[in-house]
């Protein structure tokens, strides 16, 4: 896989004039993640825009439900024959059995992956606040087991998993990180971070990689960066 084909740029914005902007600038990107705030405010017609632009498509919901609702949702979800959305492995065994049959029933091409732990939290919050007595990196292989188990195509994990995950989940298991962030850019809110390059060599196959290029005073220059960067590896 080429460099500029692991990186998914997100599209962090609430309106279809300021997504259809971005992609525009960055007409070499082909993976954009569609994210809450972009879907709840503009609906699934920025979809149709990407895929009559050749993209692929992230749908970033999170969905996290009983496992009836999960399944209507993916159901739906299905006719949008995006590449990739995201659920919530704490939603437990059934929830996502539920949600892999609704998309196998379907027949979409659309997979699945697991959220583990979002990369916003440490291991202190995931300790004192939600009161999860594993370590963090126990308990996100545990959550990514489960997924493989409940026959999930893949999770999404901090680039600090990827490796103990890789070793676990096999080759064959898609794991997408956000908390990528070049050296030259600052890691903002996220708190398990590590570089494109370090990421890739741990074991990730894709990269969501937002405002050090979206936020960048040139985008196009800043993307390229992350792309020699990754050439290297």
């Given amino acids: 896989m080429n460099p500029e084909e692991r990186i998914i740029v997100p599209l962090d914005v609430n309106?279809?004039?300021?997504?259809?902007?971005?992609?525009?600038?960055?007409?070499?990107?082909?993976?954009?993640?569609?994210?809450?705030?972009?879907?709840?405010?503009?609906g699934p017609s920025i979809l149709q825009?990407?895929?009559d632009q050749g993209k692929q498509i992230f749908l970033d919901l999170k969905l996290h439900d009983i496992p009836n609702t999960m399944a209507g949702a993916c159901r739906s979800v299905a006719?949008?024959?995006v590449d990739l959305l995201t659920i919530h492995a704490t939603a437990g065994r059934h929830a996502l059995q539920a949600s892999k049959e609704a998309i196998t029933t379907a027949n979409s091409s659309t997979k699945?992956?697991?959220?583990?732990?979002?990369?916003?939290?440490?291991?202190?919050?995931?300790?004192?606040?939600l009161k999860i007595p594993l370590e963090l990196p126990e308990y996100a292989l545990q959550m990514a087991i489960l997924a493989k188990e409940s026959g999930i195509d893949g999770a999404v994990c901090s680039p600090h998993e990827v490796s103990q995950l890789r070793q676990i989940c096999g080759d064959d298991f898609l794991l997408v990180c956000?908390?990528?962030?070049?050296?030259?850019?600052e890691s903002g809110d996220q708190k398990r971070v590590m570089t494109p390059k370090q990421a890739i060599q741990a074991g990730a196959n894709y990269l969501v990689i937002g405002r050090p290029i979206t936020a960048a005073e040139n985008p196009l220059q800043a993307w390229?960066?992350?792309?020699?960067?990754?050439?290297?590896?």
């Fill in 79 to 81: 006719s949008y024959q």
């Fill in 15 to 42: 309106s279809t004039e300021a997504a259809i902007a971005l992609v525009e600038q960055l007409p070499q990107v082909s993976f954009w993640k569609v994210g809450l705030e972009l879907f709840t405010s503009v």
């Fill in 178 to 185: 956000p908390g990528v962030r070049p050296t030259w850019a």
């Fill in 49 to 51: 825009i990407l895929k």
């Fill in 112 to 129: 699945l992956l697991a959220i583990t732990v979002l990369t916003s939290i440490n291991s202190r919050e995931l300790a004192f606040d």
């Fill in 224 to 233: 390229s960066k992350i792309c020699d960067e990754l050439a290297t590896v």
